[in-house]
Every structure is written in structure tokens, then in C-alpha cells.
């Protein structure tokens, strides 16, 4: 089983930027499509990004948002700027098995997920 520990979270004023970090156990990183979630109160889970050999990011995000991974440290990383208050909300890191060459939104299709880590942009 495969272990996700989101970091780098925390309470950030509107147009700051934030870096968070998805370190990943297992031998087998670089074959699982990962990806960042959020969930803000009262709100659905919201599709942020994924990466496999390519990147996608929410229509609403691009221009602010970016995924990145290394697969030598295991890690997938989420750079996030220009921060809004509505980008409030819980980041859940989430892992795949298997490459898949377009934007995979659902989160039923994710094997693992981590603990997630909270973002807050006050009004």
C-alpha cells in the first residue's frame, strides 16, 4: 500500500504563494498518474491537477496553479500563486496506478490519498 503525506500548507494572505509537497512511499512511484484534490467547507471535491507524463490543471487554475513531480524523491509538488480566498479549502494529494495521457478528474479512479493539508487565504 502505498503512503501520501501532504506538507506546506498554512494561512497566507490574498496574492501570496504557497508550495505544497506530496512525498510518496513505495518502489513504484513513477508508474502512478498523481494529483491534488480540494475540498472546501460545505463543498464538493474539487479536481486541482494531475501528472503522469504530462500535466493538467483545472480550466479555473491554469495561469496560477502548477503540478510537478520528481520522481526521484517520490514527491509531487503543487506551486500555487496569486492566492485567492476562495482557494480556501483542504489540498489532498492523491496517487493512480498507471500512466493516463489526459486529465483524470474523477476521484474514484484514485487507488491512494493522503491526510490532506489546509490552505487559508482570508478575505
Known amino acids: 500500500q502505498v503512503q501520501l503525506v501532504e506538507s506546506g500548507g498554512g494561512l497566507v494572505q490574498a496574492g501570496a504563494s504557497l508550495r505544497l509537497s506530496c512525498a510518496a512511499s513505495g518502489r513504484t512511484f513513477s508508474t502512478y498518474t498523481m494529483a491534488w484534490f480540494r475540498q472546501a467547507p460545505g463543498k464538493e471535491r474539487e479536481f486541482v491537477a494531475s501528472i503522469s507524463w504530462s500535466t493538467y490543471v483545472g480550466d479555473s487554475l491554469k495561469g496560477r496553479f502548477t503540478i510537478s513531480r520528481d520522481n526521484a524523491k517520490n514527491t509531487v509538488y503543487l506551486q500555487m500563486n496569486s492566492l485567492k480566498p476562495e482557494d480556501t479549502a483542504v489540498y489532498y494529494c492523491?496517487?493512480?496506478?498507471?500512466?493516463?495521457?489526459?486529465?483524470?478528474?474523477?476521484?474514484?479512479?484514485?487507488?491512494?490519498w493522503g491526510q490532506g493539508t489546509q490552505v487559508t487565504v482570508p478575505s
Open positions: 492523491a496517487a493512480r496506478r498507471g500512466l493516463v495521457g489526459t486529465d483524470s478528474v474523477r476521484s474514484n479512479d484514485y487507488n491512494y
